[in-house]
């Protein structure tokens, strides 16, 4: 049992950091990003390519390399964030939803398959891989690398956290998820704020990509669009446009994912979670932590 | 010169009238019943079987993406749960295909019930998703499930018979389509048109105006979604017939993508746009099959484009496009003036 709750918060944890850009975005100007779960495939890709480049010497730095690593996949999805936001969905921003909605199944598709065009259709193997000696804690088997990845995620949400409420562009952003036009009047850039936000969101995917990546070993062109379905699931479930609702949101799926998979059997997991998606929409769209927010005529 | 310049506006004229030409569906039934007088391989007949599908497809997508304004991203799903329930019946308990297909209509419908009931009532973004993951659990489902044969799928799904005649040819299969989905496409049509299809297009339009109006728009937009559901459930009996075997890996995401391509360059709620963007989108892998690598991510970059640039799609729907007698003086006598400028 404590091994369940243990596997479930790992999980949990990853859908969490991608929860939180899938979140950011939509708290921001309602966009449902799908291709969001494809910039954590990117930045798995990129942290792969960095490691093969660097061959050798990264293997031999283990902990440290992987570090670095995670520091250029995040600078490069958040890049990639930055431009798909300033290509597709800026000249966009005020179309009918509808259009909005299928650029971004266009954006999704684009970059599944351009992937595939650089990196070919069959699954990498990750040159670092965090497995380690278990450690036995209260009956659960736990590795020591398991634990610092959950701390890299706490840390990457913590700063996050700090960044929304305590800094200037936090106070931005939640200017404008509140009323865009008044945002303007108050001097704000909201293009500039919109694109940060794509920034954060996208390293944030990024980073677990690559500690997706370094911990299960495998990654393939087409590793994001479960995960995507995945966070959108937390996040609903913790109240869309939340932060945190989005980290309580993701480590809750991933709880449940891991107790539900024990009781019904592994092969019938997504199923298991896209149909909690169904319930929970029907029951509480707002979510554990959102609000009820009247739509605007 | 001036010559030159003139032709843009008088090139869109012919191509209005074009499009206004209401013997257009005559002209495109004419071309797929005689096609095979053309060219007849197996490997053409089942080209032009497979596009008719995709158009069959693509017209029960446009029933929800272009009249309702529902992005349905897991499309694929009622196509497998026709296909399946159909394949199911036919080999397990020996029924005929064409006697499946009212049991396909109810499970279709059933199916679209239970997903467009609970999220219809929500935002419309929340729609897409849902529906992305419904697709998702019925592939699953499809793979794990014992009776609808696990990763390997149905096999040995008869040809369709009809009053003694067999169909199950390529040639009968390829006329069979031909009329099935001539139907498909009338009927599509002819339901954009009604009333309930204005309703559709007001909902698309604005749906805090239509619910004014007195339109009940969660039921208006769940006929929709069962309608699609509907044509995307007999397609699935076609694909069964033209196959033979289904396996789970003929339904992912992929194949709903698509399909909304296809109404998506087509033109959204456009019905001769979106028979010539299916043809189109499923006869083109053909054409260029070593370029087969680049049709994908192509295709991503082209709904972008497409979103971006051309909203309507290639070929809009007329209730878009159409303008009033004297708009039309006015926008001629705009480009004229405008030519004018241009000559030195």
Known sequence: MTQLLWNGLFVGSFYALVALGYTMVYGIIRLLNFAHGDLYMLGAFVGFGVLSVAGGLATGLGFVALLIVLIIAMLVTGTAGLLLERVAYRPLRDAPRLSVLITAVGASFAIEYGMRLVAGPNPEVYPVRLAGDPVNLLGARITVQQVSLILIAILLMAGLQWLVMGTETGRAMRAISQDPTAALYMGINVDAVIARTFFIGSALAGAAGVMAGSYYGKIDFLMGFVIGLKAFTAAVIGGIGNIKGAMLGGLTLGLLESIGTAWIGGQWRDVFAFTFLIIFLTLRPTGILGERVTERV | ?344
């Open chain 2, 1 to 344: 010169m001036a010559n030159l310049t003139m032709s843009p506006a008088r090139a869109r004229a012919l191509f209005d009238r074009l499009q206004q030409n209401r013997h257009l569906g005559l002209v495109g039934l004419a071309v797929a019943l005689l096609a095979p007088f053309i060219t007849a391989t197996n490997y053409a007949l089942s080209v032009m079987t497979s596009a008719l599908l995709f158009v069959m497809l693509a017209v029960g997508l446009n029933i929800v993406v272009g009249y309702c304004g529902l992005l349905d991203l897991g499309y694929a799903a009622f196509f497998a749960i026709g296909a399946y329930v159909s394949g199911i019946l036919a080999t397990r308990y020996g029924w005929p295909l064409l006697a499946t297909a009212p049991v396909v209509i109810v499970a279709a419908v059933v199916a679209g019930i239970v997903i467009g009931g609970p999220t219809l009532r929500l935002r419309s973004d929340y729609l897409a998703i849902v529906t992305l993951g419904f697709g998702e659990i019925i592939r699953i489902t499809a793979n794990n499930l014992t009776i609808t044969g696990g990763p390997s799928g149905i096999y040995g799904i008869p040809g369709i018979m009809l009053l003694g005649v067999d169909l199950s040819g390529p040639v009968g299969l390829y006329y069979t389509c031909v009329v099935v989905v001539a139907l498909a496409v009338l009927g599509a049509a002819r339901l954009g048109r009604s009333r309930l299809g204005r309703a559709w297009r007001f909902i698309r339009e604005d749906e805090d105006a239509a619910e004014a109006m007195g339109i009940n728009t969660y039921r208006v937009k769940l006929a929709a979604y069962i309608g699609g559901a509907i044509w995307g459930g007999l397609a699935g009996i076609l694909f069964g017939a033209q196959l033979s075997a289904i396996s789970p890996p003929s339904f992912t995401f992929l194949w709903s993508a698509l399909i909304l391509m296809a109404v998506v360059l087509g033109g959204m709620g456009s019905t001769p746009g979106v028979v010539l963007g299916a043809i189109f989108i499923s006869v083109l892998p053909e054409l260029l099959r070593e370029a087969a690598d680049y049709r994908y991510f192509v295709f991503g970059i082209l709904l972008i484009i497409v979103m971006i640039f051309r909203r309507q799609g290639l070929w809009p729907a007329r209730a878009m496009e159409r303008q009033s007698r004297r708009d039309k003086r006015k926008a001629e006598e705009h480009d004229a003036r405008e030519a004018k400028e241009v000559v030195p």
